[in-house]
């Protein structure tokens, strides 16, 4: 592959646009950049828990939504650009699965934090669902491939899982929400 960003600057966006995959330009907050720029957004908070010490398995399954954000991130950067499938939405459930199967089933709803790991766990969760919203909110206006809305509604669950996974096995308890303990 050639080199795709020999400058890094261009100024062509001091005017407040942006280029899109396709060479058209958009405004920098229109629907579109703000949908791939929360992807972004946590594709770089997936980064920085895979910074740290994680078992392999979850570790090796960041990995591979890093690389399928990005593939959400292209489709919205070229309308009517098509990447992700439903084959890795499937990919999500099964691991998913696999996760919560090992863990107490909920009764009431968990605070986020536990371990460093699991707390930036759930801010990525928190921002996946900013990008759905935003993903949303641009599928109202113009056409977006389903596939990629469905990937992050499934990985906002599985960062949740994998939160619980994490405190699980540093011997952190989930800690219950208690309804009215300070009133």
């Known amino acids: 592959m050639g080199h795709r960003l020999s400058k890094i600057y261009t ?3 001091d005017d407040g646009s942006t280029g899109l995959g396709d060479g058209s ?3 920098k907050d229109s629907l579109r950049v703000e949908a791939f720029g929360a992807v972004d957004e946590l594709n770089s908070l997936i980064g920085q828990l895979r910074s740290g010490a994680l078992p392999d398995d979850i570790d090796s399954e960041l ?3 890093q690389h399928d954000l990005f593939d959400i991130g292209g489709e919205l950067c070229i ?3 098509q990447l992700v499938t439903d084959g890795q939405v499937e990919r999500l459930e099964h ?3 696999l996760l919560n199967a090992d863990l107490q089933p909920l009764k009431e709803f968990i605070l986020p ?5 699991a707390a930036v766990c759930h801010v990525a ?3 996946c669902r900013r990008a759905e919203r935003r993903v949303v909110s641009l599928v109202r206006e113009e056409a977006v491939n389903g596939a990629g809305l469905r990937y992050l509604n499934r990985l906002s669950d599985l960062l949740f899982v994998i939160a619980r996974s994490l405190n699980r096995a540093e011997g952190v308890a989930d800690v219950l929400w208690q309804r009215g303990k300070n009133t």
């Not at 934090?113 to 790991?117: P, R």
């Open 113 to 117: 934090g536990g371990t460093a790991a």
């Open 125 to 127: 969760r928190a921002v």
């Open 63 to 65: 990995a591979d939504i």
């Open 95 to 97: 691991f998913l699965d």
């Open 79 to 81: 309308p009517g650009h």
């Open 25 to 27: 330009r958009t405004d």
């Open 11 to 13: 100024r062509t966006g």
